[in-house]
Structures are given as structure tokens and as C-alpha cells.
């Protein structure tokens, strides 16, 4: 069974920056998409970046130009690089892993515990 800890949130000022991580372990992490989504409150979960096995990346377009997915497979763990946080990027962030339209449409029924990020004005 996959399992995925994320870490790395904080409260941080707008304009500042923060980096996530997540370990997966339980599946063959080099041979598998990436992606990271957040919740904020009374919202539904989204896609916010979103890496293919071969290193193709996707992003929201709220954050493209602010926000780098990356990943290391020795160390089975992809990181979210956040620049430039606004408020607005105030949520849970959560990772997953599987194929890449699977990921790109999260649709998974198990989560981690996710990492609370928030953006102060």
C-alpha cells in the first residue's frame, strides 16, 4: 500500500516562500506520476502541479511562473518549490502518485495527512 507524508508547511508572509516535501514509499516511485493539490477551507481538492514520468510538468495556472514540482528518486521524494506565496495559496497540500492523467484528474481514494500551508497579508 502506498503511503505519503508530506512536511514542510508553516505559516510564511506574502511574497515569502516555502518548500514541501513528500516521501512515498509502497509503490515504484521512479516509474510513477507526481502531483501535489491543496484544499483550502469550503473548497474542493486541486491539482496544482503535476510531473510525468519523463519529467513533463503541469501547473495551475494561478500558480505557473511561482511554483516548481520536482523530484528526486533515490530519495523517493517530491518536493513543491513555492516563490512569490500569496494569501490566496492558503490550504492543505497533499501529493499523490500513479499514472499521469490519473494524476492529473486526482482521483484517488487514499491521502495523506497533508501539510498546512498559510500565507499571511
Known amino acids: 500500500q502506498v503511503q505519503l507524508v508530506e512536511s514542510g508547511g508553516g505559516l510564511v508572509q506574502a511574497g515569502g516562500s516555502l518548500r514541501l516535501s513528500c516521501v512515498i514509499s509502497g509503490n515504484i516511485f521512479s516509474i510513477n506520476a507526481l502531483g501535489w493539490y491543496r484544499q483550502a477551507p469550503g473548497k474542493q481538492r486541486e491539482l496544482v502541479a503535476a510531473m510525468s514520468v519523463g519529467d513533463n510538468t503541469r501547473y495551475a495556472d494561478s500558480v505557473k511562473g511561482r511554483f516548481t514540482i520536482s523530484r528526486d528518486n533515490a530519495k523517493n521524494t517530491v518536493y513543491l518549490q513555492m516563490n512569490g506565496l500569496k494569501p490566496e495559496d492558503t490550504a492543505v497540500y497533499y501529493c499523490?502518485?500513479?499514472?499521469?492523467?490519473?494524476?492529473?484528474?486526482?482521483?484517488?481514494?487514499?491521502w495523506g495527512q497533508g501539510t498546512q500551508v498559510t500565507v499571511s497579508s
Open positions: 499523490n502518485t500513479g499514472d499521469f492523467w490519473r494524476v492529473v484528474g486526482g482521483t484517488f481514494n487514499y
